[in-house]
């Protein structure tokens, strides 16, 4: 049984990786009805926290249905990270989450996300300094390591066990492989397989779908399954993948006419979230997953990135609906 602090999560939870300006409230609590067990919210930044910018404190809002749920922070100095878990807590979320591998740059220069994996006395003092600073769990989300010389995940690893986190998020690659090449999971196996570590250890990498999220679970016995995106526009990947873990079920995707009234669904709970000039821009993102396998697609997506008003992209979603 899976554990976050005291929150009890089953066996081999299922996690929403936290994704910006992808999983916000309107995607995950999708996630959730279909099966995600664990959700994070987008990164957070501390000082945006702090300056109390609007950007950042709507980016800690969730519904009690999405509940587990933590916050994920980010930042380059222990005080700021320091305030901004305190004010993550203010809101109530069940843990907070550690954004130890962003690779991007922006926030790799000023020294957070990935940065901190090298500099290990300081995302030891962060991850200190939250843990005493806040009374909910904190967990940590990271990468092996720097690059294929530093891939030192089981230093980390045990450094932030011992810094008080209760669970830790590995992503198979290192900072300089950004998101290409393969996510490699052998290092997570061993930091699962190593007798110092006792924490949760959720695998995070390439999960594509049912059978590779079962293979991964059996061949590094990880605690967890974490998956980005394969779920962007594909929330389904959680109940197929809980059906094959669970109960050893293939089950077939979704219907065309479910993908549609769930895109649809999705698209209104954005505009009441975020209002419909940002969310046609971010709905972009999703098209692809929710018409995945559906011939021709590729002609009506030029199409609907290229709308700018969303009675039309609900006519050509009907039109792309009704003509199979
Ligand atoms: C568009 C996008 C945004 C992301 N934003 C975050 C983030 O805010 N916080 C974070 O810890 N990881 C972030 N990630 C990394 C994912 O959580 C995940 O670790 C990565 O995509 C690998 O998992 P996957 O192969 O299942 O996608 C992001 C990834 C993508 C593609």
Redesign the pocket.
Known sequence: MAKIGHIELGDCPLIM???????DMPFRSLCKQFGADLL????VSSEGLIREAEKSTNKMKFGEDERPIGI?I?GDSVESMRKAAIIAESVQPDFI?L?F??P?KKVVVKGG?AALLNDLPKMTAMTEAVVKAVRVPVTA?T?LGWDDRNRNIMEITERLQDAGIVAI?I???TRAQL?GGQ?DWTLIGKVKASAKIHIPVFG?????GAVVAKEMRDRYGVDGL???????GNPWIFRECKAWLERGELIPPPSLEERVNVLRIHLERSVAYKGERRTLLEMR?FYSGYFRGIPDFKKYRTVLITLNEMGKVLELINEIAGSR
């Open positions: 990786a936290p994704m910006e300006d992808v999983t994070i919210t987008e990164f994920q980010f989450d954004n591998g962003c991007v996300g989300k990468r998020s992503h198979g690659r998101y996510a995070n990498g390439d999960i594509t974490m998956i980005g995106r394969a779920a962007v993102k």
